[in-house]
């Protein structure tokens, strides 16, 4: 009962803290106003014990217990100007959060920089219903972290807010804020585990490449046969598809090169679309793992043949933010 109180409670001030609080342009700076301060557990426990121990003092009129509690009493106050200045004026700053495949966890990094000459201790960062990161800021430095949010869906994914809070020194008084950094992360879709058999893919189109020449140039993939040599195995797409995928060969021409697109329209029409975008994912990465020259085609447009880890990122690009 108490448990989901607290929880509605907390989750009410939680909207009400961030109700006209858009994506914020960096640097996010922790202005006093910004900066809520409340009892912990331990702190109410505190006060509930001072409480006791002055009633004591009344009843039996102790000269030390009075001083005893006014002291205590004053530990508490002190506290509480302590924790408040341990997070008041810390700006945030973020990072290029790296993309991700659709069932991954995303990475955030923020960074917390610390204009004063003290530093400031024991800070704790979280988003919602995630693991909490614990740094310490340097005096007149800055600190770095990666907070973690699962990518469920393909597209952009926008960090939520950040919650920072600290107890520092004695665990009595807890200080928190909300922040809401302007910050994405681009998720691929999530390449599919088994994909159809594609000896080459949407089919081959003649004619030179960059970079292509001479004989026993790369044409394709296909299924493997006992018949193929051993050193034609393409190795690196089987490590990626897992033990379970079936072997694949490699193709070679005898002449010129010639090109390998990764086609849209060869895939069965019964699939959906994110069947189909997660398919040409795997096809995107074998591909590139094959070495070979490639580019994709999808309804509304083409990336033409290239290679490397620039035309990769803008294939898997264009398949994340693909819509009908």
């Known amino acids: 009962m108490l448990p989901a109180l607290r929880r509605n409670l907390s989750n009410r001030f939680t909207a009400w803290a961030l109700r006209?609080?858009?994506?914020?342009?960096?640097?996010?700076?922790?202005?006093?106003?910004?900066?809520?301060?409340?009892?912990s557990r331990a702190g109410l426990l505190y006060g509930v014990s001072l409480i006791v121990m002055l009633i004591g003092a009344i009843n039996?009129?102790?000269?030390?217990?009075y001083g005893l509690?006014?002291?205590?009493?004053?530990?508490?106050?002190?506290?509480?100007?302590?924790t408040f200045r341990n997070q008041a004026g810390l700006s945030i700053t973020v990072g290029a959060a790296l993309p991700v495949f659709a069932?991954?966890?995303?990475?955030?990094?923020?960074?917390?920089?610390?204009?004063?000459?003290?530093?400031?201790?024991?800070?704790?960062?979280?988003l919602p219903g995630q693991a909490v990161m614990a740094?310490?800021?340097?005096?007149?430095?800055?600190?770095?972290?990666?907070?973690?949010?699962?990518?469920?869906?393909?597209?952009?994914?926008?960090?939520?807010h950040v919650t920072i809070e600290t107890l520092w020194p004695l665990g009595?008084?807890?200080?928190?804020?909300?922040?809401?950094?302007?910050?994405?992360?681009?998720?691929?879709?999530?390449?599919?585990?088994?994909?159809?058999?594609?000896?080459?893919?949407?089919?081959?189109?003649?004619?030179?490449?960059p970079g292509d020449s001479g004989d026993e140039d790369f044409a394709g993939l296909k299924r493997h046969q006992p018949s193929d040599p051993p050193h034609h195995v393409a190795w690196k797409a089987v490590a990626r598809q897992g033990p379970e995928a079936p072997l694949q060969t490699k193709q070679f021409t005898g002449t010129a090169a010639?090109?390998?697109?990764?086609?849209?329209?060869?895939?069965?029409?019964?699939?959906?679309?994110?069947?189909?975008?997660?398919?040409?994912?795997?096809?995107?990465?074998?591909?590139?793992?094959?070495?070979?020259s490639w580019g994709l085609r999808l309804p509304g447009g083409n990336i033409p043949q290239a290679h490397g880890p620039e035309h990769t990122h803008a294939c898997l690009k264009a398949l994340a933010l693909y819509e009908n």
Do not use: K
């Open 103 to 126: 069932g991954d966890t995303a990475r955030f990094p923020l960074i917390l920089h610390n204009p004063d000459p003290r530093p400031r201790h024991l800070l704790r960062l979280f």
């Open 20 to 39: 006209v609080r858009p994506p914020e342009a960096v640097p996010v700076v922790l202005s006093q106003r910004r900066v809520y301060v409340l009892p």
């Open 258 to 292: 010639q090109a390998l697109w990764l086609d849209w329209d060869m895939l069965p029409q019964r699939m959906d679309v994110e069947t189909r975008l997660s398919v040409l994912t795997r096809w995107v990465l074998d591909t590139e793992a094959a070495g070979v």
């Open 172 to 209: 009595l008084i807890r200080a928190w804020s909300y922040a809401v950094p302007a910050l994405t992360c681009l998720v691929y879709p999530q390449p599919a585990s088994a994909v159809p058999p594609a000896p080459t893919f949407s089919g081959i189109e003649g004619g030179l490449l």
């Open 69 to 82: 509690v006014f002291l205590l009493a004053g530990l508490g106050v002190a506290t509480i100007l302590h």
């Open 135 to 160: 740094m310490t800021v340097p005096p007149g430095g800055s600190a770095r972290v990666l907070l973690p949010q699962p990518a469920t869906h393909r597209g952009w994914l926008a960090m939520p």
């Open 60 to 65: 039996y009129n102790l000269s030390l217990g």
